[in-house]
T-cell receptor, first 115, second 116 residues
Framework: GAGVSQSPSNKVTEKGKDVELRCDPISGHTALYWYRQSLGQGLEFLIYFQGNSAPDKSGLPSDRFSAERTGGSVSTLTIQRTQQEDSAVYLC?????????????FGEGSRLTVL | AQSVTQPDIHITVSEGASLELRCNYSYGATPYLFWYVQSPGQGLQLLLKYFSGDTLVQGIKGFEAEFKRSQSSFNLRKPSVHWSDAAEYFCAVGASYGAGSYQLTFGKGTKLSVIP
């Protein structure tokens, strides 16, 4: 499809395991974002990629979280040694320009449950 | 740093009634403001946005919002609610940072329930 695609849509894992979440942005969009949505907490910014620039990692909650974007397209968010508080919906968004006037287009999210 | 407050966690209205969802923001410069809607199990969809110019902004699905600088508000309105409007609504403010970083800061959302 033409929208932002995320996989898996649901992931259940055991505490201490590593997980990888994938985001395929809209073709041609230079900016890519990861947000975390926890119950009753709204959307929390995690990381921002823009073109070939160094990513803005200021929202990552701990060094267990990392993300990369290969070839300016697909992105992977990795959570190492998962904890129960990591349970949330992880949303990916892309934007054509990544500027203040650019609309963010969101995927449907990856729901992570850590047992 | 910017912030967004949505004072109402949950609102219930009857179908056909009018709706107003409140949003207050904090930002030092001229804000870029957005309303997104999230239906159950769906991603976020942009309803409308304000960058400059006319302070009354029209969006999709019959929604509108008014930017009031003096009140730091950007409330979302709809004259007549339909059952399909039941969803969660998020207000957001956009800001640029040094080194070209740009992000949206979201409020915690308002869940709208519609009584048939």
């Amino acid at each position: 499809g033409a929208g932002v695609s995320q996989s898996p849509s649901n992931k259940v894992t055991e505490k201490g395991k590593d997980v990888e979440l994938r985001c395929d942005p809209i073709s041609g969009h230079t900016a890519l974002y990861w947000y975390r949505q926890s119950l009753g907490q709204g959307l929390e910014f995690l990381i921002y990629f823009q073109g070939n620039s160094a990513p803005d990692k200021s929202g990552l909650p701990s060094d267990r979280f990392s993300a990369e974007r290969t070839g300016g397209s697909v992105s992977t968010l990795t959570i190492q040694r998962t904890q129960q508080e990591d349970s949330a919906v992880y949303l990916c968004a892309s934007s054509l320009t990544g500027t203040s006037t650019g609309e963010l287009f969101f995927g449907e999210g990856s729901r992570l449950t850590v047992l | 740093a910017q912030s967004v407050t949505q004072p109402d966690i949950h609102i219930t209205v009857s179908e056909g009634a009018s709706l107003e969802l409140r949003c207050n923001y904090s930002y030092g410069a001229t804000p870029y403001l957005f309303w997104y809607v999230q239906s159950p199990g769906q991603g976020l969809q942009l309803l409308l946005k304000y960058f400059s110019g006319d302070t009354l902004v029209q969006g999709i699905k019959g929604f509108e919002a008014e930017f009031k600088r003096s009140q730091s508000s950007f409330n979302l309105r709809k004259p007549s609610v339909h059952w399909s409007d039941a969803a969660e609504y998020f207000c957001a403010v956009g800001a640029s940072y040094g080194a070209g970083s740009y992000q949206l800061t979201f409020g915690k959302g308002t869940k709208l329930s519609v009584i048939p």
